[in-house]
């Protein structure tokens, strides 16, 4: 909402100052967005008449003017081919800064002749583009005068950021009223020149009537005629306020209209009384129905919408355009101008399916004052009847204005109990009646009953009443007060998931991985290949067809960040992410997951190492990693070989607790991996911190306790051979079942294929560590521990002790 | 005799140019068929008187040469250490092994952070589902349907389920709603989140990251609110004089609403925060609406509280001066490593939060 400084003052009597009018705008929820004054930016540009004009006398384009600036007369060579003796223009001294183009004047020398400032064109100015020549005032301009006060571009414009609660200020009178009461002025009442808003008499009756078919659409409708009028350019002062406020002049009709849409909010629309056929019928639209707009497009209704029609056909579009065929013109002669109140919802729906904005949709939909529309178009009348001339019907009122009086109770002790100001009652009340609020009574327990005014639609409730008293008297009062506490220390704000949800993050990022956070949506190809969405999932509105469905997994968009990491030259790729896959549209159909990637190298180049590519170990070892960082009982699980199709199917896994999977590891599937155009190797896990048991309730903090061996651990290896499909779990789970008691953990050092190893076979060498605890091993017992590994491993793999 | 004797042993222990060597001069001398060992054996066949003399001239001897021997090996000891440690010299200035550390993103590591100062209040951490129905996210928080407020939040919208209208949250706040229908006051709670737009452009992305707050008890007024927020912004961007401005707004679900904004300075496209005169909106809050207490089965004659919710994008970039928004899920390495976190900084009040 734009209004200029003159026209607040139009409706305010105030001595306030442009910076105290614009803090106190913000303080009141008016925000300013900005100040546009360009009177400060014109300041150093005076009226100037060119006393005589020579040619300069070493250059053929150039003229030596004198100028009198209304103080002296200073010598200026100027380029301009306008430039030339009697000529009234604008004068710009040395020391003045050029905005249209960003100099600060010199004393100069030009071709040997010295030159005093500078004769400025409209570009020079910001005025206009034109630079043609330089600017030509009419004889009778003042010379000395401010050139920003002579041609009125001395009214700051304001910008406020309207909250879409504030119907009422989206008229410059309601800013006005807001500042009134807020101590900044005293709000002009409506009864003289232009803010007259005394009824105007009619002479006749109108020839057209009205009929509102759809009261629920259009509950009031208030016309006239007037006839007679001749409709040209509007005054100076309407022009100049439109004008300022980004508005092109029409005409007067149209401007008047506008005027009024803007100072009181209440849109105004004027028909060409000729042009309309029989009479006014607001009714919904039909099917199909189309109107050609005033903004030269063609619409088509539907029967959701309000029309303004006659006998004919939809002549506008209620409450937010009007239509081309029936619009005021020049040659105008007899006009009907409406003012009516609209459905707000229709207006809103009806503007977004059509993608129409305007001035009035912009007011009608946030609701306009239902007791202000006879007196917008009395004011309007009055305009026209000043500007135009002719005559005026009598008023038709069809609808009746609808129901708006209401009151609220407001508790003494309301605005100190929810706003925390402690304000006098005589306070309050002071503010409530300036804002337009009227006290109907007050009740024994000192509650007032307070009537909200026809313009405040938005107040509903006491809380409403509250924050209209804090908002005048200044959010700035309500002192800060500290959040008081049940307990000194406070208890721990994360529970036992969240907490390892974070663990889990912590865990990988220093494994190594990079933290991505990647959209939770991506296009509906890609998930496909990790399992599709759920048809729920799909966007109806996706911003892109990219990202047109939720992530089934958090995989792919991480595997494409390494594609577009490797693009930029960084092929060696850590990354993971911890957030939500999505399996149904329910509250519990999203999965918290732990997901990353490793590509390219898993150790890169270097003297003392040997480089090597990642692998599916790489990202079975980040699976455990996170897992035990999220509290899952990692020595407990099983691994299967079952996992999903996007892995690839011998060098992937699942890592599960009976049932239930906790993760899946693997490397990418390589088809996969070529249908997004990204290179590999590249391992990936998914880790399903959801699913990882919660620990029974403990009954206390402490550990259970340790027992630390006097006797020394002693490791014996032994080599197996077994069937190429067996898996080397099953071998170290058999080793360790020998002996629980002593056998304290195996581990596999070799695996062998090849020579000396029968087809279809394979070495494993594992290595067991023994742990005594309560006397030295003898040789007889070490031996006795080492056949039982051996017999345990043989009849569970079928495999043989490798000679 | 003796003196020529302990000269050439004596010489033969210098000569030794090895730790063998020198045992090999040892042997010789004192060895049981060594030579001093064989003057010894002699001794039996003297008289009494000249074998003490003789007897106690050869314990001098061996004395002497024992000591010769043992400061020789200690010089060869020390030779041979020199020459490994010389032999075993590396060039240090070759770099170490590759290790590789991850970085925390700076949206979980700002999150961690406000959850820190906000826990250190009193707040606990609520969550909910990113996919919503148009209950939570809309009518149970007081926007009234077709209100053009609906209309600024440029809704993602999923089929229909159940006659429920589905959506992507457009803020956290239907967390508030389910905390709100699932406890009892008194509510203290935070909840950070994913939230989607749509809207993509310099300063706007298609998701993006909340964290609301939410207050209810029976006292709870906007003196609290605005004491809450002062101390959050002022932990949080690390500014003890950090001015806020808070000025009246709107939103549905609170009343009286307001906007804050923070204290900076704009000069030369660098913000700097702190009292210089200039403002910075960072957050929307207010008194829950009573309709919004209601709407959660709380009863709004009796309970009230406050609501705030900022963008965890927006004050991330304004405390680390991240520049483009959209950077934040590119999951460039580059980025990453230069404004992510390294995973031992926790965010901890007693350690201090800002890095």
Redesign the interface.
């Known amino acids: 909402m734009k209004f200029t400084l003159s026209w607040l003052k139009d409706h305010l009597d105030t001595e306030a100052t442009l910076d105290q009018i614009t803090d106190k705008l913000?303080?009141?929820?008016l925000?300013v967005e900005g100040v546009q004054d360009r009177s400060k930016e014109l300041a150093p540009f005076r009226v100037a008449h060119v006393v005589s004009a020579e040619k300069h006398p070493d250059a053929d384009k150039l003229r030596v003017l004198v100028v009198d600036t209304g103080t002296e007369k200073l010598q200026v060579v100027c380029g301009a081919p306008n430039a030339r003796a009697g000529l009234k223009g604008v004068f710009a001294a040395e020391g003045a800064y050029i905005p249209g183009s960003d100099i600060t004047l010199k004393k100069g020398v030009i071709r040997g002749v010295e030159s005093n400032g500078m004769m400025c064109s409209k570009r020079e100015l910001k005025l206009s583009d034109e630079h043609d020549g330089i600017i030509e005032l009419p004889e009778d301009a003042p010379v000395g005068a401010s050139f920003a006060d002579y041609a009125g571009l001395n009214d700051p414009v304001i910008d406020i950021n309207l909250?879409?609660?504030?119907a009422d200020c989206a008229g410059v009178r309601g800013i006005a009223r807001d500042l009134a009461a807020a101590g900044l002025g005293r709000l002009k009442p409506l009864t003289e020149g232009r803010l007259n808003a005394t009824p105007v008499a009619g002479s006749f009756p109108s020839p057209l009537g009205v009929t509102i078919e759809a009261l629920d659409g259009c509950p009031m409708y208030v016309g006239r005629t007037i006839r007679g009028v001749k409709n040209g350019p509007s005054p100076q002062w309407m022009q100049d306020k439109l004008l300022a406020i980004g508005l092109r002049p029409i005409s007067a009709l149209v401007d008047i209209t506008n005027y009024i849409t803007f100072d009181v909010a209440r849109p105004l629309h004027a028909f060409d009384a000729d042009k309309v056929q029989g009479g006014i019928v607001v009714r919904m639209a039909r099917e199909g129905e189309s109107l050609k707009a005033l903004n030269g497009k063609e619409y088509t209704l539907d029967p959701s919408m309000v029309v303004i029609a006659d006998h004919a056909r939809a002549e506008a579009l209620g409450g937010i355009i009007g239509g081309e065929e029936s619009g005021c013109t020049e040659t105008t002669t007899t006009l009907f101008l409406e003012a009516a109140i609209f459905d707000?919802?229709r207006v809103?729906?009806a503007g977004?399916r059509l993608g129409v904005e305007s001035d009035a949709r912009y007011r009608l939909?946030?609701g306009v004052d239902p007791a202000a529309v006879v007196e917008g178009v009395e004011r309007a009348t009055r305009l026209i009847l000043e500007i135009c001339g002719g005559e005026a019907s009598d008023l038709v009122i069809a609808g009746a204005e609808p129901a708006w009086k209401r009151a609220l109770t407001l508790r003494p002790g309301r605005v100190?109990?929810?706003?925390?100001?402690d304000l006098p009652h005589d306070r309050q009340v002071r503010i409530l009646t300036d804002l337009g609020f009227t006290i109907e009574g007050e009740e024994d327990d000192g509650s007032l009953r307070v009537g909200v005014p026809s313009w405040r639609a938005d107040v509903h409730?006491e809380?409403?009443l509250?924050?209209e008293v804090?908002?005048v008297n200044g959010?700035?009062a309500?002192?800060?007060?500290?959040?008081?506490?049940?307990t000194v220390l406070?208890?721990?704000?994360?529970?036992l998931k969240?907490r390892r949800v974070?663990a889990a993050?912590?865990?990988?990022?220093?494994?190594?991985?990079?933290?991505?956070?990647?959209?939770?949506?991506l296009a509906s190809a890609t998930a496909a290949l990790f399992g599709a969405s759920h048809?729920?999932?799909?966007?109806?509105?996706?911003?892109?067809s990219d990202?047109d469905v939720?992530r089934p997994s958090v995989l792919p968009?991480?595997i494409q960040?390494a594609g577009?990491?490797a693009d930029?030259g960084?092929p060696d790729?850590?990354?993971?992410e911890?957030?939500?896959a999505?399996r149904t549209?329910?509250?519990?159909?999203?999965d918290s997951v732990a997901a990353g990637i490793r590509a390219g190298a898993a150790?890169?180049r270097?003297?003392?190492?040997k480089t090597r590519p990642v692998d599916v170990f790489d990202a079975k070892a980040d699976a455990l990693a996170a897992l035990e960082a999220a509290g899952a009982p990692t020595a407990n699980l099983q691994v299967t070989t079952d996992a999903p199709g996007w892995y690839h199917p011998g060098r992937s896994g699942v890592l599960r607790l009976g049932p239930t999977v906790m993760a899946r590891f693997g490397e990418i599937h390589p088809s996969i991996l070529d249908t997004l155009g990204v290179k590999g190797p590249l391992a990936g896990f998914e880790v399903m911190l959801d699913t990882i048991p919660l620990p029974k309730k403990k009954t206390g903090t402490a550990k259970p306790m340790v027992q630390l061996s006097a006797f020394q651990p002693i490791e014996r290896d032994f080599a197996f051979l077994v069937g190429q499909g067996v898996e080397a779990d099953k071998i170290l789970r058999a080793a360790k079942g020998a002996d629980k008691a002593l056998i304290k953990d195996a581990t596999v050092f070799d695996v062998y294929q090849g020579a000396g190893v029968g087809e279809g076979q394979k070495s494993v060498a594992v290595s067991v560590t023994y742990q005594p605890t309560t006397a030295t091993l003898t040789d007889e017992a070490i031996e006795a521990i080492g056949q039982k590994i051996v017999a345990a491993v043989i009849k569970a793999t079928g495999g043989s002790l490798r000679g | 005799m003796l003196d020529a004797l302990k000269d050439e042993l004596l010489s033969l222990v210098n000569a030794a140019a090895d730790l063998p060597a020198l045992d090999e001069v040892r042997v010789n001398a004192l060895g049981k068929k060594g030579r001093i060992t064989g003057f010894m054996k002699e001794l039996g066949g003297l008289s009494p008187d000249e074998r003490k003399e003789r007897g106690q001239a050869l314990n001098a001897l061996k004395d002497e040469i024992a000591a010769a021997l043992d400061a020789r090996k200690l010089d060869l000891a020390a030779a041979h250490m020199k020459a490994r440690l010389e032999a075993e010299r590396v060039d240090v200035t070759?770099?170490v092994?590759?290790?590789?550390?991850?970085?925390?993103?700076p949206?979980?590591q700002t999150m961690?952070e406000m959850?820190a100062i906000?826990?250190?209040?009193?707040?606990?951490?609520a969550?909910?589902?990113?996919?919503e129905d148009d209950f939570h996210n809309f009518t149970a928080l007081n926007f009234p349907?077709?209100?053009?407020?609906r209309?600024?939040h440029d809704t993602?919208?999923?089929?229909d389920?159940d006659d429920k209208k589905?959506l992507?949250r457009t803020h956290t706040s239907p967390v508030q709603v389910r905390t709100m229908l699932n406890n009892k006051p008194p509510i203290r709670i935070?909840a950070p989140g994913?939230t989607?737009r749509?809207?993509?452009d310099m300063t706007h992305t298609?998701?993006f990251h909340q964290i609301e707050g939410l207050?209810i008890d029976e006292?709870?007024?906007?003196?609290?609110l605005?004491?809450?927020l002062?101390?959050f912004c002022r932990a949080f961007f690390d500014v003890d004089d950090l001015p806020l401005?808070?000025?009246?707004?709107?939103f549905p679900f609170t009343?009286?609403?307001?906007?804050v904004d923070i204290g900076c300075l704009r000069k030369g496209g660098e913000l700097k925060l702190g009292n210089y005169g200039d403002w910075l909106e960072i957050l929307g809050c207010g008194?829950v609406?009573?309709n919004v207490l209601e709407a959660c089965g709380i009863d709004s004659t009796k309970y009230?509280g406050f609501a705030f919710g900022m963008g965890v994008e927006r004050v991330a970039m304004l405390k680390y001066g991240i520049p483009d928004l959209r950077t934040?899920?590119?999951?460039?390495?580059?980025w990453?490593?230069h404004y992510?976190f390294?995973?031992?900084d926790?965010p901890n009040i007693a350690h201090g939060l800002t890095r």
């Not at chain 1, 549209?585 to 999203?590: E, K, L, N, S």
């Not at chain 2, 009343?255 to 906007?259: F, L, M, N």
């Open positions: 913000t303080a009141l929820g925000e909250t879409p609660d504030r707000t919802v809103a729906q977004r939909e946030r100190k109990s929810l706003g925390g100001v409730g809380a409403d509250v924050e804090l908002r959010f700035d309500i002192p800060a007060t500290p959040l008081p506490r049940d406070t208890r721990p704000a994360l529970t969240q974070a993050r912590r865990a990988l990022a220093a494994r190594g991985l990079s933290e991505a956070v990647t959209w939770s949506f048809e729920g999932l799909r966007l109806v509105n996706p911003i892109s990202l939720m968009n991480l960040a577009r990491n930029r960084y790729v850590r990354l993971f911890v957030g939500a999505f549209p329910a509250p519990d159909g999203q150790v890169p270097h003297w003392s190492e | 070759l770099p092994r590759p290790e590789t550390e991850g970085r925390i993103h949206i979980s961690d959850i906000f826990a250190e209040m009193g707040f606990s951490v969550e909910g589902p990113d996919v349907v077709g209100h053009p407020a209309d600024m993602f919208y999923l089929p389920a589905m992507l935070v994913r989607y749509s809207d993509y298609p998701m207050v006292a709870t007024n906007m003196g609290h605005k004491g809450c002062v101390e401005r808070f000025r009246p707004s709107f009343e009286p609403s307001a906007e008194m609406h009573p009230q934040f899920f590119e999951a460039d390495l580059r990453l490593k992510g390294v995973p031992l926790i």
